[in-house]
């Protein structure tokens, strides 16, 4: 499993809280990756890093933030959760063959 | 930027039977092509992936074909089995350090026995 946790893996919250989510990393991986998984869209990337406090937007981008302070740890935060958001959010890490790996992923339900 | 269009969305076969699914990309500069099996509540998981220099590449009951000219990648899956049951994946992306795969909608492949 590339050594990649996911926290949490469930969570529900009500709109316009602030939320979290932690990716942590155990194998020194210099890119991750965040993407969300919806029905009949598959999976679309968020935002990526390609190391310590350097991040990139990606395709659905709008409404989160990211910050990768250290190699193993990078957050997801939606700053006003809204509906639109629940979703399935997946953390990934570049492998040495430049093959993505995932994490276990978390299910996030805004009320 | 890259395009990834996969199909069906849905296939139903009988035990035994053969499975295919097929994704074309937009990118001609893409040049590694994964493909990734999700069962329910699951991860993804990488299963097989192609490279541009290589039209064809197998792992037992799953090959993946690659015709660069026409810009399109196929799964092929042989003798499926009710563990074959689960969402399947393409990727495509022009393999450079870092860039995000960019992903086919999916297709819900049911086994039945």
């Known amino acids: 499993d590339a050594g990649i946790t996911q926290s949490p893996r469930h969570k529900v919250t009500e709109t316009g809280t602030p939320v979290t989510l932690r990716c942590h990393q155990t194998?020194?991986?210099?890119?991750m990756y965040w993407y969300r998984q919806d029905p009949g869209h598959g999976l679309r990337l968020i935002h990526y890093?390609?190391?310590?406090?350097?991040?990139d937007k990606g395709e659905v981008s709008d409404g989160y933030s990211v910050s990768r302070s250290k190699t193993e740890d990078f957050l997801l935060t939606l700053e006003s959760a809204t509906s639109s958001q629940t979703s399935v959010y997946f953390c990934?890490?570049?492998?040495?063959?430049?093959?993505?790996?995932f994490g276990p992923g978390t299910r996030l339900t805004v009320l | 930027g890259e395009n990834v269009e996969q199909h069906p969305s849905t296939l139903s076969v009988q035990e035994g039977d053969s499975a295919v699914i097929k994704c074309t990309y937009s990118d001609s500069a893409s040049n590694y092509f994964p493909w990734y099996k999700q069962e329910l509540g699951k991860r993804p998981q990488l299963i097989i992936d192609i490279r541009s220099n290589v039209g064809e590449k197998k792992d037992q009951r799953i090959a993946v074909t690659l015709n660069k000219t026409a810009k399109h990648f196929s799964l092929h899956i042989t003798e499926t089995q009710p563990e074959d049951s689960a969402v399947y994946f393409c990727?495509?992306?022009?393999?450079?350090?870092?860039?995000?795969?960019?992903f086919g909608k999916g297709t819900t492949l049911s086994v039945s026995s």
């Open positions: 890093s390609y190391g310590v406090k350097d991040t």
């Open positions: 990934a890490i570049l492998g040495v063959g430049n093959e993505q790996f």
């Open positions: 194998e020194n991986h210099r890119y």
């Open positions: 990727a495509a992306i022009e393999d450079q350090a870092g860039t995000a795969l960019i």
